[in-house]
């Protein structure tokens, strides 16, 4: 038509730049082919960091390249005079800084720019602060310039107040800003320290910081950023490493130990000597699965000179000493000439054993925290971070008297968090099964947690001494954490979606499995058994019992002398 | 520019006023094609939209004083129209003046002249001889920094500064783009010309030059692209344009603050009436201050057609309102939500979970439906809110008035919450340089593409054939020219061609104030505020407050520009119906008060609403009327009008598609390939350059894609993120050309 202009056409366009890349290709392969040449012949001059510079410009991930311009300053800062350099060095900055501004996320720059921060003289620190400062304000997540402002915040010598006043400016822009809570998290206890409190930051502080952050996710409680500084806020509180039992047996020439929290007990780590009657005795530690150089909260010890190094019908003492570091206690275990095992349990104080995870926050605060956040479930009952914490708080200050509620908000969760449906119910087994340790006396040596929809079994170190165990009728869908059963001789765990029996393998006393009504769908899966000296097995209402056949069973588990009821 | 005598006879579109829907549609016609003739009888662009300098508005204001008092208006063409006219054909004369202004009432705070002019006399008179080797030294000066500019461009910024004085004597510039492509420069350099090619002696002036440079630089610093905000992509872009200063500047965004703060402190001292006219460039003061909603058709429109890269743009950065007697900021955003301390925290969930719902209220239809034509304050109160929050959601965001329905505050309340969080914290943009470069650029787009501009010419007749179509019109400067369609804005038009209930007036009533400090500010931030004060007396015309600080340009430094709107009623002096907003907020005395900025300077008038045009019937087809601007805050219905217009008259084409990449056009003969030679020498000065650009981002797409696959937890709610701080917004997404070292 009269008067338009014209435009070339979208192939035409296309054409071109395909002409124009294939160009471009050209010369950028040639130019790399002339670089790993140069680099080879240890060609350290001005055109290798040109070329390299052209290259690197467009293509800022080029590490190789990188390395060769680290070498090429290297050698020329001993090869140049100092004020030369400096022109060098500052031209180098100019370069990185127009390399960051078309790729503000590559690896490679930033740590160029650490490289020649640290290698040029007089380096101006101040101003780098500044291009943090500049950086971080296109981009306030952009974790690379979080990591490179740590870097220069250090060499500069600034405060961690100045630091702390950044974050508060960034979180005032927009707190759905991960990397600013989590510098805050690191500034606070430099800043505020106390001992005293478990994160080490003094209390009135803390309470400015959870107006803060509840602000936040009253704002928007659907933005996890604040939820997870607010549990950090909460703390997560040490566990002293020691032990909660000590166990021997006769029978089996054993001393198991049951640690509060998963050591590794070898030469190089941690040792541990055992004494009997004060003698020092030779011997290895292993864990329930026979494992060594490995964490765990269960250790066995037996004797290497004698195979049975606990005498029978005498009393003995056997103490254990921690070489080397500070468990708190020496603990022993007397056992006297009739008892075939003897145990030590360290008593813990009624209702703390479990709440280490937010037993950092005192009563008030987790009180406090706890009514804030129901005033905002009132306007938000379908928040799941909302319900999530309420829970955790709960949970934390008093989990008996909260049960009731814990168990609705979480099969709440359940319905509105579909995704998420199993971390929920495994949630919920562990609040179950606490509650039922802080109650147990362990010296029964019973455990039976039946009919409770338990989906996972939590500290099953725990259960280390117990001899008869029933959780039938849950819904268990692997027999995970079993090895710890080391004393039982009764399992049941009829009704429940087991599939495998692979730990059950290091249960050297087990006598009777009741496991009827699971999910075992093939022999295969009663190999484990074969290990053990198991007696009576139970599988009925299996996959597997279908066309069974009694003598294959026979074949893999030797010891079985009753099958569902059979003789066999 | 074109000279009435030189024009050719025939053009498809002639648009009479170059007010904004008039210059969207000019330029949509052009754009494809159309040959178009755009007229305006004033000797400045914009029209009823305009931008003043502080000398450009006392003489306008001298001007309407009265309805009747033009001195100004143009003359009939000293021959006899009727022997141009043909068989059968009748002539419709036109009215030639504007009477849409009245009741204008100018007054100054300050003395004439204080002691500091006085000493600043003496100096300058012991210079002088010093500072006229100065002057000659500045302008070699402008022409070598200004590269692409020609010395004949340059008569025209400077013409274009200073309308009234030169405009006078040439009454029409002289080119047109067809003859001398380098004249499309004219509309987008004028703001450069007018910082750089100033023509006033001493050094103070050499002082407010770097002054501004660093302004600009910071300007620069913060540009920010459209696109940039949208994805991660042209973020970089973004940092690209950054760091071009960075480099040369040592980053120093505080550094620049600080020192405009020392001056604003300095200056805000006292000021006398010469000194603000000796700085009367440095003002630009709108006819009809117009915001955009950052999601609104106007921005929707200059992205896609590619005119955001002739426009600046600032964000609107606080909405203020005025509680108990006390101004406050208006949380709106979740940012400034979470960190307000006015509220508490059951007022911040309360607050932003009606703000959620109202942006999702139409999946919600059985919380409202029993309200949606009910009053919108009866639905708020079935709401419970607090009153704070009532307070914040009626007035600041809503901007409800008594008899708003439900169904209209909650579109209201939706398109201001959409329009949030796209460059800044509030949901408004504000022209730099003042509302009135908005319609230039359109004319820029209607230019580039081949449109003829006459500036103080207009049509005395329209020429009617016997069927009563337009065939043609006789200029003010009496030639007869063809065409196919007339646009023209209301006021232009012949008064039976308006329908009798048209001719009820409505009016607005406006305020142009200069005082001394910012209305409210927190920190050191220069705030660009808008409010929307309720009035006791009228629940249905509140106040529309919009301060601009010396950053947006339209003042100098340490003068802040208020604007104040509001619907009004014949027979009600502005001066009266604005009276409760100047006396709550500002101060007349230096003493008293101290927390409220005191009035320098005040503007009163009566604007005639030209928002609504309804035509009568005797009005021939090919003749469209366009509105002038009324009492909104912004300018959406003005894009949806010119479109309108334009599917009119050619219903099969497209509207205003994006403009060509130079590099994409093939040139045809000569006069095209001067145009479009112009074009890419002012926007894309090295073509060679852009390329390689766009070779980088190819490369940098791929990689950032990689990187956010590593940064996953960090990328939610990425819309928010970009806007913060940012100062300027340049919302075209243009690439400044970036040094790269290859």
């Given amino acids: 038509m009269h008067g338009r202009v014209k435009v070339k056409t979208t192939a035409e366009q296309q054409e071109a730049k395909r002409k124009e890349r294939e160009k471009k290709l050209k010369i950028y392969t040639a130019a790399t082919e002339k670089i790993f040449e140069k680099r080879k012949n240890k060609e350290y001059d001005e055109e290798a960091l040109k070329i ?142 106390d001992e005293n409190s478990t994160i080490g930051v003094e209390e009135n502080i803390l309470i400015k910081e959870y107006e803060t952050v509840q602000n936040a996710f009253f704002t928007d409680p659907d933005d996890q950023s604040a939820w997870f500084y607010h549990r950090w806020l909460l703390g997560r509180g040490k566990i002293k490493t020691g032990v909660n039992c000590m166990l021997i047996d006769r029978t089996y020439q054993m001393l198991m130990i049951n640690t509060t929290q998963p050591v590794m007990i070898s030469p190089s780590t941690c040792e541990i000597d055992v004494l009997l009657n004060g003698e020092r005795v030779e011997g290895t530690w292993r864990t329930h699965k026979q494992q060594t150089d490995v964490y765990s909260s269960i250790w066995i010890f037996k004797s290497t000179e004698d195979e049975s190094w606990i005498p029978m019908h005498e009393d003995a003492e056997v103490a254990m000493a921690v070489v080397g570091e500070d468990w708190g206690s020496s603990d022993s275990v007397q056992i006297n000439s009739t008892q075939t095992v003897a145990w030590n349990l360290t008593h813990e104080e009624q209702g703390l054993r479990f709440r280490d995870e937010l037993s950092a926050a005192t009563t008030d605060t987790l009180q406090r925290e706890l009514d804030s956040i129901q005033e905002l479930y009132e306007l938000e009952p379908e928040n799941k971070w909302v319900l999530l914490t309420i829970v955790s708080l709960m949970k934390a200050l008093n989990p008996k008297q909260y049960a009731n509620d814990i168990e609705i908000f979480l099969s709440k969760l359940i319905t509105i968090d579909s995704s998420r449906i199993n971390y929920y119910w495994d949630l919920r087994s562990k609040c179950l099964i606490e509650n039922y340790l802080e109650e147990l006396d362990f010296s029964t040596r019973v455990i039976s947690l039946q009919n409770q929809n338990i989906s996972c079994l939590v500290h099953p170190e725990l259960f280390s001494m117990v001899v008869k165990i029933d959780l039938s009728n849950n819904k268990l869908d692997s027999v995970k954490g079993f090895s710890c059963f080391q004393c039982a001789v009764d399992i049941h765990v009829d009704g429940n979606q087991i599939k495998d029996l692979e730990e059950l393998s290091f249960l050297h006393g087990l006598k009777l499995l009741s496991i009827k009504d699971n999910n075992i769908s093939s022999l295969e899966s009663l190999q484990p058994l074969g290990k053990t000296s198991i007696l009576k097995l139970y599988l009925f209402g299996n996959p597997v019992v279908e066309n069974i056949d009694e003598l294959e069973v026979k074949k893999i588990i030797p010891s079985l002398h009753n099958f569902d009821g059979h003789m066999m | 520019m074109a000279s009435g005598s030189d024009l050719p006879k025939e053009f498809d579109v002639i648009v009479l006023g170059t007010g904004m829907p008039e210059s969207i549609a000019a330029a949509a016609f052009s754009r494809i094609g159309q040959s178009v003739l755009h007229l305006d009888r004033n000797d400045h662009y914009s029209g009823n939209w305009a931008s003043f300098n502080l000398q450009g508005i006392e003489k306008w204001a001298k001007q309407h004083q009265d309805v009747t008092s033009h001195k ?123 910082n750089g090619a100033k023509t006033e002696s001493s050094d ?74 000796s700085e009367w460039r440095r003002f630009n003061m709108d006819l009809s201050p117009k915001v955009l909603y950052s999601v609104g058709d106007m921005v929707e429109l200059l992205i896609s057609s590619d005119i955001a890269k002739y ?124 509302s009135g470069e ?248 090295k073509s060679d350059q852009s390329e390689q650009d766009t070779a980088q981002e190819d490369q940098s797409e791929q990689r950032l894609q990689d990187n956010d696959q590593e940064d996953q937890s960090d990328c939610r709610k990425e819309k928010d993120q970009d806007c913060g701080a940012k100062e300027t917004v340049d919302i075209s997404g243009n690439v400044e050309n970036s040094d790269a070292n290859v």
Wanted: glycine content about 4%; hydrophobic content about 30%.
């Fill in chain 1, 52 to 193: 390299t510079g052209e290259i690197l410009a467009v293509n800022s991930d080029f590490s190789t390249f990188w390395n060769y311009r680290k070498e090429i300053f290297l050698n020329m800062t001993e090869n140049k005079p100092e004020n030369e350099m400096i022109e060098i060095f500052k031209g180098e900055l100019q370069f990185l800084e127009s390399c960051l501004r078309t790729n503000p996320k590559s690896y490679g720059v930033w740590n160029h720019r650490c490289f020649i921060m640290e290698t040029m003289p007089k380096p101006d620190w101040k101003k780098e602060l500044e291009l943090c400062n500049l950086f971080l304000e296109y981009d306030e997540r952009n974790f690379h310039c979080w990591d490179y402002r740590r870097f220069v915040v250090k060499k500069a010598n600034i405060s961690p107040e100045e630091e702390l006043e950044f974050t508060t400016n960034k979180i005032c822009n927009n707190f759905s800003n991960f990397s600013s809570w989590h510098y805050r998290s690191k500034l606070l206890p430099l800043i505020y320290p």
């Fill in chain 2, 204 to 277: 103070a002036i050499e002082e407010k030059l770097s002054g501004q440079e660093q302004i600009d630089n910071d300007v620069d610093a913060k540009t920010e692209t459209i696109e940039g905000v949208k994805d991660e992509q042209n973020t970089v872009e973004v940092t690209e344009n950054v760091s071009g200063n960075f480099n040369t500047e040592s980053a120093g965004t505080e550094n620049v603050v600080s020192k405009d703060e020392d001056t604003v402190k300095e200056k805000s001292k006292s000021w006398s009436q010469k000194r603000m006219k």
């Fill in chain 2, 438 to 685: 908005l319609p230039q650029s359109f004319c820029r787009m209607c230019a580039v593409f081949g449109g003829v501009y006459c500036l103080r010419t207009s049509v005395s007749s329209l020429i009617m054939d016997s069927d009563n179509r337009c065939v043609g019109i006789i200029t003010t400067e009496g030639s007869r020219i063809k065409c196919k369609w007339v646009v023209m804005e209301s006021t232009y038009a012949p008064r039976n061609y308006l329908s009798v209930e048209a001719s009820e007036k409505r009016l607005i009533a406006r305020a142009i104030l200069m005082t001394d400090r910012p209305l409210f500010t927190t920190g050191q931030k220069e705030q660009l505020s808008f409010m929307c004060l309720p009035c006791s007396d009228d629940g249905d015309r509140p106040i529309n407050v919009l301060e601009l600080p010396p950053s947006s340009m339209a003042s100098p430094l340490g003068i802040y520009i208020c604007h104040l709107t509001r619907q009004s009623k014949p027979g009600l002096k502005p001066k009266d119906d604005l009276l409760y907003a100047v006396q709550s907020l500002f101060t007349k005395d230096d003493d008293t008060d101290v927390d409220k900025p005191k009035l320098l300077w005040s503007l009163y008038f009566t604007q005639e609403d030209l928002s609504l045009v309804s035509p009568s019937t005797a009005i021939p087809d090919n003749v469209i009327l366009m509105s002038g601007p009324g009492s909104d805050i912004d300018i959406d219905s003005t894009v949806l009008e010119a479109k309108e217009v334009f599917k009119r008259v050619l219903p099969d084409e497209e509207f205003l598609p994006k403009a060509p990449n130079p590099e994409d056009i093939i040139y045809v003969d000569d006069s095209e390939a001067q145009v479009a030679d112009a074009d890419s020498q002012s926007e894309f000065s």
């Fill in chain 2, 311 to 434: 426009c600046e743009f600032k964000t609107v950065t606080q909405i203020l309102t005025l509680m108990d007697g006390n101004l406050e900021k208006v949380p709106c955003s979740r940012a400034d939500v979470f960190s307000s301390k006015k509220v508490s925290m059951l007022e911040k969930r309360m607050l932003m979970k009606f703000l959620q719902f109202c942006l999702e209220y139409e999946q919600k239809p059985e919380e409202i439906k029993d309200y949606m034509d009910k009053p919108f304050l009866e639905f708020l109160s079935s709401k419970k809110l607090t009153p704070t929050i009532r307070h914040y959601i009626q007035h600041s965001i809503a901007m409800a008035t008594d008899s708003m329905t439900t169904s209209e505050g909650l579109i209201k309340m939706k398109k201001f919450l959409s329009s949030l969080g796209r460059y800044g914290n509030t949901a408004f943009l504000w022209s730099l340089y003042g």
């Fill in chain 2, 72 to 194: 100004d208006d143009l003359e009939r063409p000293d021959i006899d129209e009727s022997s141009l006219l043909e068989e059968g054909e009748t002539l419709v004369q036109l009215p030639l003046g504007n009477y849409s202004f009245s009741q204008t009432e100018t007054e100054y705070f300050v003395p004439e002249e204080d002691e500091e002019d006085k000493k600043a006399m003496e100096e300058k008179s012991a210079k002088q001889t010093e500072s006229q080797i100065e002057t000659n030294n500045d302008q070699v000066v402008d022409n070598v920094d200004e590269q692409t500019k020609s010395a004949d461009v340059h008569q025209a910024t400077d013409a274009d500064g200073d309308s009234n004085a030169d405009m006078k004597d040439d009454k029409v510039e002289k080119d047109s783009v067809n003859t001398d492509g380098e004249k499309t420069y004219e509309f987008s350099e004028t703001k450069e010309g007018d």
